[in-house]
């Protein structure tokens, strides 16, 4: 049966220099699959991308981005069975370093045609869906200056650290995880699907996509050599400064607002934090496995 592709590309993501509208339809060009391609503009309502999926009817959804642009598709796709696959062209690219997802091109576009599909499951925080990482506190503050800067990359995310590193205070944090309450002082409290940050910096390492249960990391403390080792060596966080729970539910209340971000876009500061599991929500595309 022949198989066929709708590629989501945004033009706005990474460094814009790839033309993969023209990688795509070159790779393609000799292959059997039935492709469609559609770019987004710069505002566009998830209903304009349904209309394409109604039109064309694919088999499978391919979102060329970053972790925004697979958030996007996930939202259109979630709890339908349908899989969808990640071509990795934003900044980040966290979910695909997550699934081993190759960043040259044509070893991403072979993924496309991949007979290799798992299940993963998602978090629902604030009505907002979280398909990688989501966290309020420090990290969302280096997020919102970082995204407010100029430049990309490692170094200029170290950078924003610094500076919020400085101007950040802990959080007062009432919580209840796993139907237990709890009361915290954290500099930062982490939503974990999946284990590390698409920075490299490992925030959950036993994290796993595919279970039935998300990650509450309770950063205590943050200092610079800490970001330090986790930005550049891409070691855990200190354990003796960290506690990691696991649950399928979490409500927080903070006695002041604090900043959040999900999935690398900051949403603002807020004081309340409802967060559900959605279990074997995402049909995902991945490498075929080595013989």
């Known amino acids: ?24 339809e ?65 900044s980040a690219n966290g979910m695909a370093k997550e699934l081993g997802i190759p960043v040259k091109t044509e070893a991403a576009l072979e993924t496309s045609h991949s007979s290799n599909t798992m299940k993963i499951h998602a978090i629902r925080i ?15 503050f280096v997020v919102k200056k970082f995204e407010s800067g100029n430049k990309r990359g490692m170094w200029a995310y170290v950078k924003a650290a610094w500076k919020v590193l400085w101007q950040h205070s802990k959080m ?10 709890i009361r915290k ?3 930062m409290i982490v939503i974990a699907n999946a284990t590390r940050y698409g920075s490299g910096a490992t925030v959950n390492p036993d994290g796993k996509l595919d279970d039935e249960l998300f990650e509450v990391v309770i950063v205590k403390k943050v200092s610079f050599s800490e970001i330090f080792k986790m930005m ?35 949403l603002g500061k807020v004081s309340n934090i409802d967060a559900e599991l959605l279990p074997a929500a995402i049909t995902i595309v991945i490498p075929e496995k080595e013989n």
């Not at 592709?5 to 990474?14: E, H, T, W």
């Not at 200190?238 to 607002?257: A, M, W």
């Open 185 to 187: 002082n954290a500099a």
């Open 232 to 266: 550049v060596s891409h070691q855990p966080y200190n354990r003796e400064k960290t506690e990691v729970l696991q649950t399928r539910s979490l409500k927080i209340n903070s006695r002041k607002k604090a900043h959040f971000q999900v999935d690398g876009e900051y």
């Open 172 to 181: 007062d944090a009432s919580m209840k995880v796993a139907g237990k309450d």
């Open 26 to 90: 070159t790779y393609f060009a000799n292959r059997p699959e039935e492709i469609q391609i559609f770019q987004l503009p710069d505002s566009c309502p998830p209903e304009t991308i349904r209309e394409q999926m109604e039109t064309f009817k694919p088999d499978r959804m391919m979102a060329v981005g970053g972790d925004g642009t697979v958030k996007l598709i996930a939202e259109l796709t979630i709890n339908t069975g349908m899989p969808i696959g990640i071509i990795p062209a934003g």
């Open 1 to 24: 049966m022949l198989l066929k592709i709708l590629f989501v590309i945004n033009p706005g993501s990474g460094k814009n220099d790839t033309d993969w509208k023209q990688q795509i």
């Open 126 to 140: 604030n009505d907002e869906l979280c398909i990688h990482l989501s966290d309020i506190g420090f990290n969302a």
